[in-house]
């Protein structure tokens, strides 16, 4: 059991590149978070999902878009990458039941220079 | 603004003793807060979660409390293990919302 899968591990970029980070999930969740972890800063939320075809906007999603392209896979692009949006990047998944918690991949490091 | 705090970036406790971890929060509507582990190159794994309607809760050797008057809560280890090393991340919800995490904190567990 997979559970999230992200892709992909690593990526570095030169400053104005575009880029999509791939998260799949094969636990029948539907919605689905991605979450920028920088030092000192906790997890942040970017754009999360609640269903397949629906977005919405978190904590920090200036400079991205994302999208929910069936109910396993939630992507997030870079359109225009800036040295701001070096970070590790999470994606997320859980159940609709309340209170059910998220489970993770195990991230994107991406560095743009 | 900060509305869930890990004041303390890191810990260091000797195997076999108790390790305790913090959390302050600062938004009353918070009513369900959870914990997360983190080894490193490796997403957060859920390790115990609490309803604000309760004021404990154990699994093995983790048991999270939480104080609502102080906006509080505390995950306690015992007794600690080396495999324990970790970011320990705090993490809080109101009915329906999104997480909120803490910074989190470091702990290392000495053999």
């Known amino acids: 059991n997979a559970g999230v899968t992200q892709t992909p591990k690593f990526q570095v970029l030169k400053t104005g590149q575009s880029m999509t980070l791939q998260c799949a999930q094969d636990?029948?969740?539907?919605?689905m978070y991605w979450y920028r972890q920088d030092p000192g800063m906790g997890l942040r939320l970017i754009y999360y999902s609640a269903s397949e075809g629906t977005t919405d906007k978190g904590e920090v999603p200036n400079g991205y878009n994302v999208s929910r392209l069936n109910k396993r896979e939630f992507s997030l692009r870079l359109e225009s990458a800036a040295p701001s949006q070096t970070s590790v990047y999470f994606c997320?998944?859980?159940?609709?039941?309340?209170?059910?918690?998220?489970?993770f991949g195990d991230g994107t490091r991406l560095s743009i220079l | 603004d900060q509305q869930v705090k890990q004041n303390s970036p890191s810990l260091s406790v000797q195997e076999g003793r108790i390790s305790i971890l913090n959390c302050d929060y600062t938004?009353?509507?918070?009513?369900?807060f959870l914990w997360y582990k983190k080894y490193p190159a490796e997403g957060p794994t859920f390790l115990i979660s609490i309803s604000s309607i309760k004021d404990k809760n154990e699994d093995g050797r983790f048991t999270v409390f939480l104080n609502k008057s102080a906006k509080h809560l505390s995950l306690h280890i015992v007794p600690s293990q080396p495999g324990d090393s970790a970011v320990y991340f705090c993490a809080a919800k109101f009915s329906g919302d999104k997480l909120t995490f803490g910074t989190g904190t470091r702990l290392a567990v000495r053999p």
């Open positions: 997320a998944s859980s159940a609709d039941r309340a209170n059910q918690p998220q489970h």
């Open positions: 938004n009353s509507m918070f009513d369900y």
């Open positions: 636990m029948n969740h539907n919605s």
